[in-house]
């Protein structure tokens, strides 16, 4: 055991990406000790973020567990030291489903864990879990603490060269506008991925959330530039103010400068009171106009005014107002075509991207898909009262080979939708709910009679079920399975889009509404799939 641990304290002096320091100490871990799957748990207010496991599916790095929601992970928090939780505890188990073990085993028979301490104060926690009845049972208690110790020194080291112990009041900070918008969402506003687009996003946002430019997030519908903009309130100074959001699309005109500026008693109709707008109520914070690109050049004219000097007039009134806002703003529209065009004016769209960020769509960030699939799942199990809710690998191969053209926003929804058809569906009902790709209804459902049975939800297809076309020399199982589950992905699109066309007498917008997409999305989508798009 000694001996095994050497490398791991020697690993404490040298320059290690932060990823490869946690997962060497896992390996270390489920090589010598009798489990199935390790987990390193960050502790984030009443959340524990799974930041590297071994031996559990891809999509728990995704998932956000509420401590309150799972008394285990309270009773192994509790400490002081490492903890066995026994075999026949009544106690559901957050992994169950998770475990990545014997074909069809789906229930943790086995766990165990211990704090991580950094100084007087719990960091997080490590966690231990086997699919066997009494796995661990001969396991020392020591072996673990000593994992424990040398996860905190790996978690210090990487706070000292990311200079965190420089920035703890610059934490403690973030810390208080991360648990303010938790409290407001339900869920902590965390960017979830680890992909090298997600990776560029998350520089980005580091590089401009300190100061106070001004910033425009682009990106297609349902990318998530609204948790961008959040994230960028949170890292920033201004993290202890408001962030105050405005959907300019549902803003009329005529509404306009009373709901940005506010209005005096009498200066409308209806006006019996004062009443302060979005812009006074950001003050010394963050406003967040999202759709900007839907505004009018006469709200635009109005806004710019404010931009340029801070100033504003509640309407009806001659005096002046002086605000300190930094104001980020959202767009899926290309605004410099805009400009060209003449809908967007050109003052206006220079003072709003003095830094332009893009978020990128799903379809670019690869396996993300499951991180964020993991963070929706986790979502829906606690919202239907589910003890597990778990994809088969049918599901997991279906979301990587859809293209995504609604983004998060579209994943959201089919996983909300799938857990209730799969929870609602024929059969008893059992306590740990496993999606295929038939609940996701992103490939078409086999012809009845077809030859051939459909796999276990644990099982992958045998090779002659998952590829019939000819595989090409060099070219590996996997690839060839994932080429054709494209095809007949898309080949699913075309069908539904062509369906939807035809039932809505060629009206894009109303094919795109009963598919859950935005138009330009679904134009976008179609001639991809090499359909005839709207205008041509």
Same mark, same amino acid.
């Given at each position: 055991?000694?001996?095994?641990?050497?490398?791991?304290? /020697?690993?404490? %002096?040298?320059?290690?990406?932060?990823?490869?320091?946690?997962?060497?100490?896992?390996?270390?871990?489920?090589?010598?000790?009798?489990?199935?799957?390790?987990?390193?748990?960050?502790?984030?207010?009443?959340?524990?973020?799974?930041?590297?496991?071994?031996?559990?599916?891809? /999509? %728990?790095?995704?998932?956000?567990?509420?401590?309150?929601?799972?008394?285990?992970?309270?009773?192994?928090?509790?400490?002081?030291?490492?903890?066995?939780?026994?075999?026949?505890?009544?106690?559901?188990?957050?992994?169950?489903?998770?475990?990545?073990?014997?074909?069809?085993?789906?229930?943790? &028979? /086995?766990?165990? =864990?211990?704090?991580?301490?950094?100084?007087?104060?719990?960091?997080?926690?490590?966690?231990?879990?086997?699919?066997?009845?009494?796995?661990?049972?001969?396991?020392?208690?020591?072996?673990?603490?000593?994992?424990?110790?040398?996860?905190?020194?790996?978690?210090?080291?990487?706070?000292?060269?990311?200079?965190?112990?420089?920035?703890?009041?610059?934490?403690?900070?973030?810390?208080?506008?991360?648990?303010?918008?938790? !409290?407001?969402?339900? @869920?902590?506003?965390?960017?979830?991925? *680890?992909?090298?687009?997600?990776?560029?996003?998350?520089?980005?946002?580091?590089?401009?959330?300190?100061?106070?430019?001004?910033?425009?997030?682009?990106?297609?519908?349902?990318?998530?530039?609204?948790?961008?903009?959040?994230?960028?309130?949170?890292?920033?100074?201004?993290?202890?103010?408001?962030?105050?959001?405005?959907?300019?699309?549902?803003?009329?005109?005529?509404?306009?400068?009373?709901?940005?500026?506010?209005?005096?008693?009498?200066?409308?109709?209806?006006?019996?009171?004062?009443?302060?707008?979005?812009?006074? @109520?950001?003050?010394?914070? %963050?406003?967040?106009?999202?759709?900007?690109? $839907?505004?009018?050049?006469?709200?635009?004219?109005?806004?710019?005014?404010?931009?340029?000097?801070?100033?504003?007039?509640? @309407?009806?009134?001659?005096?002046?107002?002086?605000?300190?806002?930094?104001?980020?703003?959202?767009?899926? +529209? /290309?605004?410099?075509? $805009?400009?060209?065009?003449?809908?967007?004016?050109?003052?206006?769209?220079?003072?709003?991207?003095?830094?332009?960020?893009?978020?990128?769509?799903?379809?670019?960030?690869?396996?993300?898909?499951?991180?964020?699939?993991?963070?929706?799942?986790?979502?829906?199990?606690?919202?239907?009262?589910?003890?597990?809710?778990?994809?088969?690998?049918?599901?997991?191969?279906?979301?990587?080979?859809?293209?995504?053209?609604?983004?998060?926003?579209?994943?959201?929804? @089919?996983?909300?939708?799938?857990?209730?058809?799969?929870?609602?569906?024929? =059969?008893? +009902?059992?306590?740990?709910?496993?999606?295929?790709?038939? &609940?996701?209804?992103?490939?078409?459902? *086999? $012809?009845?009679?077809? !030859? =051939?049975?459909?796999?276990?939800?644990?099982?992958?297809?045998?090779?002659?079920?998952?590829?019939?076309?000819?595989?090409?020399?060099?070219?590996?199982?996997?690839?060839?399975?994932?080429?054709?589950?494209?095809?007949? %992905?898309?080949? &699913?699109?075309?069908?539904?889009?062509?369906?939807?066309?035809?039932?809505?007498?060629?009206?894009?917008?109303?094919?795109?509404?009963?598919?859950?997409?935005?138009?330009?999305?679904?134009?976008?989508?179609?001639?991809?799939?090499?359909?005839?798009?709207?205008?041509?």
């Amino acid at each position: 055991m000694l001996q095994a641990l050497v490398p791991l304290v /020697d690993d404490l %002096t040298r320059e290690l990406p932060d990823g490869e320091r946690y997962r060497r100490l896992l390996q270390a871990m489920q090589a010598l000790l009798p489990c199935d799957a390790v987990a390193l748990l960050r502790l984030e207010g009443d959340w524990l973020v799974p930041l590297a496991v071994r031996g559990l599916s891809s /999509d %728990t790095l995704g998932r956000r567990f509420r401590i309150d929601e799972h008394p285990r992970f309270g009773l192994l928090l509790q400490g002081p030291g490492p903890r066995r939780i026994p075999a026949d505890s009544p106690l559901p188990d957050p992994y169950d489903g998770l475990v990545e073990g014997l074909e069809g085993q789906l229930e943790v &028979h /086995d766990c165990m =864990g211990c704090p991580i301490q950094i100084g007087e104060k719990t960091w997080g926690l490590l966690t231990l879990d086997a699919l066997g009845r009494e796995r661990m049972s001969a396991l020392d208690l020591g072996d673990l603490q000593a994992f424990a110790s040398l996860a905190g020194a790996t978690v210090g080291v990487v706070q000292r060269m990311d200079g965190l112990a420089l920035r703890a009041e610059d934490e403690r900070r973030r810390a208080d506008s991360y648990r303010a918008l938790a !409290a407001e969402k339900s @869920l902590p506003p965390k960017l979830i991925g *680890q992909s090298a687009a997600h990776r560029r996003l998350m520089e980005e946002i580091e590089i401009v959330s300190n100061s106070d430019l001004t910033v425009l997030l682009t990106g297609e519908t349902g990318v998530g530039k609204e948790l961008v903009a959040q994230a960028l309130h949170a890292a920033s100074a201004r993290a202890s103010r408001p962030l105050i959001s405005i959907n300019c699309a549902a803003l009329p005109d005529t509404l306009l400068e009373s709901e940005l500026f506010g209005h005096v008693r009498g200066a409308f109709s209806g006006a019996v009171a004062e009443r302060r707008g979005k812009f006074e @109520l950001a003050d010394g914070g %963050t406003l967040f106009l999202d759709e900007v690109g $839907e505004l009018s050049l006469a709200a635009q004219a109005k806004l710019l005014r404010v931009l340029q000097g801070g100033q504003l007039q509640r @309407l009806g009134s001659d005096r002046e107002h002086r605000v300190d806002v930094r104001v980020i703003a959202a767009t899926n +529209r /290309d605004l410099a075509e $805009e400009v060209r065009a003449g809908r967007f004016r050109a003052d206006f769209y220079h003072r709003l991207s003095v830094y332009p960020l893009r978020v990128p769509p799903l379809r670019e960030r690869g396996h993300d898909v499951l991180l964020l699939a993991g963070n929706f799942l986790e979502q829906n199990r606690s919202r239907l009262g589910l003890r597990g809710l778990r994809l088969d690998y049918s599901a997991r191969a279906a979301l990587l080979a859809h293209d995504w053209p609604g983004n998060v926003r579209e994943l959201e929804h @089919l996983l909300g939708r799938s857990a209730l058809k799969a929870v609602g569906g024929p =059969g008893p +009902r059992t306590r740990i709910v496993s999606l295929s790709a038939l &609940h996701l209804d992103l490939l078409p459902l *086999q $012809e009845e009679g077809a !030859a =051939g049975v459909a796999p276990a939800p644990d099982e992958a297809p045998p090779a002659s079920q998952v590829s019939q076309a000819p595989q090409a020399p060099g070219v590996p199982p996997e690839a060839a399975a994932l080429q054709d589950l494209r095809t007949s %992905t898309e080949a &699913h699109q075309r069908q539904r889009i062509q369906a939807s066309l035809l039932q809505h007498r060629q009206n894009w917008a109303s094919a795109a509404r009963e598919l859950g997409l935005h138009r330009a999305n679904l134009v976008r989508l179609a001639k991809r799939l090499g359909l005839p798009a709207k205008g041509e």
